[in-house]
């Protein structure tokens, strides 16, 4: 047995939560986790720009905020139940950025059959964080997103430390938690990433 086939048979249905600040890596590993290991991959935040939602909460995102919680809840929590995913494992992208979201998160998830099971934490510094945000705007490989404006950048790594860090902690207090550094090779990333997902499979 592989690692893949390992971590796959340890995680079943369940869910794997990736968190970081915006261009730490998220979509870019959790794709390639969720491919590996035949999940569905789920972002809380694409759900909502391809949603129909209302014009504040449409505001605030495009303002480099995060969606209020109730709306939140009521437009992403949902998918994590849909039919067509039973029996799948899923890789999300920070669902539940919000302090006291991640309580829904938790209930929901393992209710629907899909518990979390590890929470991943990307750090990146952010000599590297504004170097990738150039480069993107440079391929516009990520459409066009009103919240990547740069003097939006930190007003969103504001609103990380103000309100996403505390659902890390709680991630962490529950021994769910592992971090991963993104500053270096893509490849390098995505080995340290199934490093500490085999540690799970050992416990």
């Given at each position: 047995?592989?690692?893949?086939?390992?971590?796959?048979?340890?995680?079943?249905?369940?869910?794997?939560?990736?968190?970081?600040?915006?261009?730490?890596?998220?979509?870019?590993?959790?794709?390639?986790?969720?491919?590996?290991?035949?999940?569905?991959?789920?972002?809380?935040?694409?759900?909502?720009?391809?949603?129909?939602?209302?014009?504040?909460?449409?505001?605030?995102?495009?303002?480099?905020?995060?969606?209020?919680?109730?709306?939140?809840?009521?437009?992403?929590?949902?998918?994590?139940?849909?039919?067509?995913?039973?029996?799948?494992?899923?890789?999300?992208?920070?669902?539940?950025?919000?302090?006291?979201?991640?309580?829904?998160?938790?209930?929901?998830?393992?209710?629907?059959?899909?518990?979390?099971?590890?929470?991943?934490?990307?750090?990146?510094?952010?000599?590297?964080?504004?170097?990738?945000?150039?480069?993107?705007?440079?391929?516009?490989?990520?459409?066009?997103?009103?919240?990547?404006?740069?003097?939006?950048?930190?007003?969103?790594?504001?609103?990380?430390?103000?309100?996403?860090?505390?659902?890390?902690?709680t991630y962490r207090q529950m021994g769910l938690l592992f971090?991963?550094?993104?500053?270096?090779?893509?490849?390098?990333?995505?080995?340290?990433?199934?490093?500490?997902?085999?540690?799970?499979?050992?416990?």
């Amino acid at each position: 047995m592989n690692d893949i086939e390992r971590i796959a048979e340890w995680l079943g249905s369940g869910s794997i939560n990736i968190f970081g600040v915006p261009f730490a890596g998220k979509d870019t590993q959790g794709e390639r986790l969720a491919r590996d290991l035949g999940a569905i991959r789920l972002s809380g935040g694409e759900i909502l720009r391809n949603s129909v939602i209302p014009p504040h909460v449409k505001e605030a995102i495009d303002a480099g905020q995060l969606a209020p919680t109730k709306e939140y809840v009521d437009i992403v929590l949902p998918y994590l139940s849909r039919d067509e995913f039973k029996g799948r494992p899923l890789v999300l992208s920070s669902v539940g950025r919000w302090k006291g979201e991640e309580q829904g998160v938790l209930e929901v998830a393992k209710k629907s059959g899909h518990p979390i099971k590890a929470v991943l934490l990307l750090s990146i510094n952010e000599e590297t964080l504004r170097r990738r945000w150039r480069k993107a705007m440079e391929t516009g490989d990520r459409g066009e997103r009103a919240d990547d404006a740069e003097h939006l950048l930190d007003t969103r790594l504001a609103e990380y430390r103000e309100k996403t860090l505390p659902v890390i902690e709680t991630y962490r207090q529950m021994g769910l938690l592992f971090e991963v550094s993104t500053d270096d090779e893509k490849d390098v990333v995505y080995r340290h990433i199934l490093d500490g997902l085999l540690e799970f499979t050992r416990q």
